[in-house]
C-alpha cells in the first residue's frame, strides 16, 4: 500500500503547525540552497511530485511556468494546495507518482520535496521520470538524507541526562523499509544508499549538474534545535538534466 | 606540515600487516567496485597521487599506459614500490601532492586511492588537477567516506559488553582536521562534506560518471569485520571526467 499518512486527521493537524506549513518557502531551512538549484521556469511545462500545499508549483508559475501539474496522493495536502496557492496554469491531481503515465516528453522540468522516500521502488520511478521528461529536461529534488535514513528512527542518540551525543548510522547498505517517528507519528520511509541515487541517475540517463546537502541559514540558527541540523546531514538536494544521448 | 605517518616506523611495520599490504589489489575490498571505475589505460599518460606501494601504477601499465608517474610524500611506500612494482613506464617521486606542478595537459588520467582526506585543501589540489589533465581525461578517486570522516575518531560506537551498537556522526558541517586512530596509532585526516567533493569537482570543470559506496565482495565477508562493513559506508568512490567546456 502507498503511504499516505498525510490524510491522517491527527498527523495532518500536527503537520499544518510546522514552520514549512504556516510560512511556506520562507518557512524550510533548505529553500534558499534549493532556490539556487531550480531552472529557468520560463515557458516550461512542470511536473511537481508530491506537490504537497502547492507551494512550488505557485513558485514556479510566479517565476513564468506554462503549465505545472502538481500531485499528490493526500486529498487533504490538495485540498490545501488548492486554497492556498491556487492558480489557472495550475492543476493539483490526487494519485500516487508512482502509477503516473505520460506520454514521453510531456514535461520540461520534473521537481520533488521531499517525498520520494516514501516510494518504495526509486528506480523504476526514475525510468519513468526520464520517460516523461523532454531531452535537455531539468530535474531537481530534495530527499532526506541516507545518513537519517539509515538507521530508521531518524532520532538522535541521547545520554543519560538527555543531552544529544550525536547521530546513528546503522545497516546503511540494507535499502528498504524503515519505521521513522516524524511528529510523533509513526510513518513507513525507504532508505536508500546516496549511490542507489546518484549512481542511479547516472546510469539511467541523467547528468549531475549539482548535489548539494544544506545547512541552516544562518538568520534561522536560533530557531529551537536548529543548530543541531549542523551535525549530521538532514537533506539531500539533486540537480540533473535528461541527456540528450547517453556518453 | 604535511602528515607522513607512513614514514613512522612503528606505523609503516603495521601498515605492511594490512591485508592490502600484503596482497596488493586483491587485498582491498573496495578494488572490484573501483576496477569497474577505471578508464581504459592504453596508451594514457598517468598520474597517482598517493601511490603508496604502487599497485595501481603497476595495473595500469599492465592495462597499456604509456608512462605512470608515482607520487607518495612517503620514502618507506616509494622504497616499497619501486621493489614490488618496478617497470620501465613507471616513475615513483617523493613529494607532497600539494606541492606538483605540471604543463597544463600533461595527463590523460589522474588517479588517487585513499590519500586525498591527509589534504587539507581539496579544492586547490582540485584546481590543479583540472589543468594537468587533458581535456576529456578521467579523474578516479576514492577517499573515506563522509560518515566515516565526521566524528573523528573512526570507531564504532560500543554498549557497556563491547559490542557494536552504531557508527556514530557528529559535526558533519565542521570541515578540517580530525585525529583519527588508524591501526592503533594516531593519524590526522580531514574531514569534508560530500557537497564539497562532488559539487566541488561539478563546479571545478568536471563531469561526474559514477559515485559508488563499495560494499565488501561476498567472497570477503568471513574475514573477521568484514560484515560489520555493510552497517555504514567507510568509502566513497568517484569517477570523474574533466570537460572540454563548461556548460
Not at 503547525?17 to 533548505?30: F, I, K, P, T, Y
Not at 538524507?145 to 541521547?158: I, K, L, N, R
Not at 540494507?174 to 519505521?179: M, S
Not at 541552516?216 to 535528461?242: C, N, T, Y
Request: charged content about 30%.
Amino acid at each position: 500500500m502507498k503511504e499516505n499518512k498525510y490524510d491522517d486527521d491527527v498527523f495532518f493537524e500536527k503537520y499544518s503547525h510546522m514552520l514549512r506549513s504556516e510560512r511556506g518557502l520562507a518557512g524550510a531551512g533548505e529553500w534558499p540552497a534549493l532556490e539556487k538549484l531550480l531552472p529557468d521556469f520560463a515557458g516550461k511545462r512542470v511536473l511537481d511530485l508530491g506537490c504537497g500545499y502547492g507551494w512550488h508549483c505557485m513558485y514556479a508559475v510566479r517565476h513564468g511556468a506554462s503549465r505545472v501539474l502538481g500531485i499528490d496522493l493526500s486529498e487533504k495536502m490538495l485540498e490545501t494546495a488548492r486554497r492556498k496557492n491556487s492558480d489557472s496554469r495550475i492543476e493539483y491531481r490526487r494519485a500516487a507518482m508512482e502509477d503516473l503515465d505520460f506520454p514521453a516528453g510531456s514535461f520540461d522540468i520534473v521537481f520533488s520535496s521531499l517525498a520520494f522516500h516514501y516510494v518504495k521502488d526509486f528506480c523504476g520511478l526514475l525510468e519513468n521520470i526520464g520517460r516523461f521528461l523532454t531531452p535537455g529536461g531539468d530535474f531537481v529534488f530534495s530527499v532526506e538524507h541516507p545518513v537519517f535514513t539509515a538507521y530508521g528512527s531518524q532520532d538522535w542518540y541521547y545520554d543519560e541526562k538527555g543531552e544529544i551525543l550525536h547521530f546513528p548510522v546503522d545497516h546503511y547498505f540494507e535499502e528498504g523499509e524503515r519505521q521513522a517517528v516524524f511528529l510523533g507519528e509513526p510513518v513507513t520511509k525507504y532508505h536508500r544508499t546516496l549511490t542507489t541515487y546518484l549512481n542511479g541517475l547516472l546510469q539511467g540517463g541523467f547528468e549531475l549538474l549539482g548535489v548539494v546537502e544544506p545547512e541552516p541559514p544562518e538568520d534561522m540558527l536560533d530557531i529551537p534545535g536548529m543548530r543541531d541540523e549542523l551535525r549530521r546531514p538532514m537533506m539531500l538536494l539533486v540537480k540533473a538534466r535528461k541527456r540528450f544521448y547517453n556518453p
